[in-house]
C-alpha cells in the first residue's frame, strides 16, 4: 500500500551527524505537531526507534526493510504523519530502503569510513551506496562544505528539486554565518535565500545542545525543514530546545570543576569536529580520553583514532567498544601504538566500566574527560552476544 507515501518520510544519510540532525528534525516537527494538537512524530535512529508503539533502544541505523514497514504502519495507526529516519550505507547499498519515497532527504558528509570485508571493500562502494539515497527522494539537500561535490551533485541529479546548505560558502541556499559559542552555547544567524515560502530570511537562532560540532547538523535540519515547508518559528523553537540523548552531553562534578563529555563518536571525522571544537572552547584544557574501536570492521578506525586520540590528548585509557569476536587485547593494543606512535601517552583497561572510573579518578580543574562510542547504549557485544552493560552516562553520573 506504499506506507511511505502516506507519511512524510526523511531521509539522512552522512559518514557523520544523522543522529543530531534526526533529533533536530524531530523537535522541529513535534513543535509543528504540538501547536496542531496532533501526536508526536516517529524516528528511526541508531540511538532508538518510536512510531507510537514501539520505544526501543536500536540495534540498526536503519532496520531491515519487514521492521522498518511495521514501523511505518503502526505510525500511520497512531495519526502520526512524520517519520525521520537514518539511512545507513549498509541499509542503501542492501535495499533495506527499496520502495520507499522520501518526501526530503538529506546529503550530509563523506568520510572514509565502513571499509573492510563485511562492509564496503572500498571508498567509491561506500560513496556509491550512500548516493543511492537520491533516487528516494522527492526533494533533497545537499551540504557544500563535504568533499565529492562533483558526484555528489551527479547523483543528485536523480532528485526533482535539490536546495543546499553551507557554514564556508555564502552561495548556499541556507547560510549559517557569525557562529558564536560561550561554553559550549551555540549561537548563529541563518539566511535562506531561492527557497520556496522562506524568500529572503534572515534570522538569530539558538542551538540546544552543546559545541559548535552541530552547526553543520542544524542547518542541515533547516534546510530539510525548509523543504517540508515547516513554518520557521518552529525550527527557531525545535533546535532551541532539542536533546539528543547521549551526543555531547556534558557532565559536572558536584563542585562544577571537574567535565566530561559523553559523545557517540566512533570515527575519524567525529573526533576531529569535537576537537576543533574543544580547542576553541576550552583552550586552557588539557584532554583525556577513553575509547576504543569495534571489532571486525572498520579496521581503518583503529589507526585513524589512535593517531588523533594522541595528537590531541594528555592521556588516553583504550577500552573495549563491541568487540565481537575479535580479541579484546589485540584491538586495544593496536590502538594504542597508534596513540604512543603520535606522541601520546596511554594504557590498556580492556573493562569499560573500569575504564570510565579510573579516567574520572584522573580528571581535575585542569582536564577535560571525553568518552566517545557509546553514549547511552546499554549494551556491550562481547563474542557472538550483546551483554547488559551500564551505559557511559550511567558510569559518568555514578562517579563523577
Avoid: W
Avoid at 11 to 32: E, P, V
Avoid at 146 to 152: G, S, Y
Avoid at 227 to 238: C, D, M, S, T, V
Wanted: charged content about 30%; some cysteine; hydrophobic content about 35%.
Amino acid at each position: 500500500g506504499k506506507l511511505s507515501d502516506r507519511l512524510h518520510m526523511i531521509g539522512i544519510t552522512g559518514t557523520k551527524g544523522k543522529s543530531t540532525t534526526s533529533y533536530f528534525m524531530r523537535y522541529i516537527l513535534d513543535d509543528y505537531m504540538a501547536e496542531q494538537g496532533k501526536p508526536r512524530t516517529a524516528i528511526c535512529s541508531s540511538i532508538e526507534n518510536y512510531d507510537g508503539v514501539v520505544d526501543e533502544e536500536s540495534r540498526l541505523t536503519t532496520p531491515e526493510i519487514m521492521e522498518l514497514y511495521r514501523h511505518m504502519a503502526n505510525a500511520l495507526n497512531c495519526g502520526i504523519e512524520y517519520m525521520t529516519m537514518e539511512v545507513s550505507s549498509q541499509g542503501l547499498k542492501y535495499d533495506r530502503v527499496d520502495g520507499i519515497n522520501f518526501e526530503a532527504g538529506a546529503f550530509l558528509n563523506i568520510g572514509r569510513d565502513h571499509i573492510s570485508d563485511i562492509e564496503h571493500p572500498d571508498f567509491d562502494d561506500y560513496l556509491n551506496s550512500k548516493l543511492k539515497i537520491f533516487a528516494h527522494c522527492r526533494k533533497a539537500a545537499i551540504n557544500l562544505d563535504c568533499d565529492q561535490q562533483e558526484r555528489i551533485k551527479a547523483a543528485s541529479e536523480d532528485c526533482p528539486y535539490v536546495i543546499t546548505f553551507s557554514q564556508h560558502d555564502e552561495a548556499a541556499n541556507v547560510y549559517g554565518y557569525d557562529v558564536v559559542s560561550k561554553e559550549g552555547n551555540v549561537s548563529m544567524r541563518v539566511r535562506l535565500k531561492d527557497v520556496e515560502g522562506y524568500e529572503n530570511l534572515d534570522e538569530y537562532i539558538e542551538l540546544g545542545i552543546f559545541g559548535t560540532i552541530n552547526v553543520e547538523d542544524a542547518l542541515a535540519a533547516i534546510a530539510l525543514s525548509a523543504l517540508l515547508g515547516i513554518p520557521f518559528r518552529h525550527i527557531k523553537a525545535g533546535l532551541k530546545t532539542a536533546v539528543v540523548p547521549g551526543r555531547m552531553e556534558v557532565f559536572r562534578s558536584a563542585d562544577g570543576k571537574r567535565i566530561a563529555i559523553v559523545d557517540y563518536a566512533h570515527n575519524k571525522i567525529s573526533y576531529e569536529r569535537f576537537f576543533e571544537t574543544i580547542k576553541e572552547e576550552f583552550s586552557d584544557k588539557k584532554v583525556l580520553i577513553v575509547f576504543g574501536s569495534a571489532g571486525g570492521k572498520a579496521f581503518q578506525r583503529r589507526e585513524e583514532l589512535g593517531t588523533i586520540a594522541g595528537q590531541n590528548c594528555e592521556y588516553s585509557i583504550i577500552t573495549e567498544e563491541d568487540y565481537g569476536e575479535e580479541d579484546v587485547y589485540n584491538i586495544c593494543n593496536e590502538i594504542g601504538s597508534y596513540v604512543a606512535a603520535a606522541g601520546g601517552k596511554y594504557e590498556v583497561i580492556a573493562d569499560r566500566p573500569e575504564a570510565v572510573k579510573k579516567a574520572i579518578e584522573m580528571t581535575d580543574e585542569n582536564t577535560i574527560l571525553f568518552i566517545p562510542g557509546k553514549g547511552r547504549e546499554t549494551r556491550l557485544k562481547r563474542g557472538v552476544q550483546y551483554v547488559d552493560a551500564p551505559s557511559d552516562v550511567e558510569l559518568v553520573q555514578k562517579y563523577l
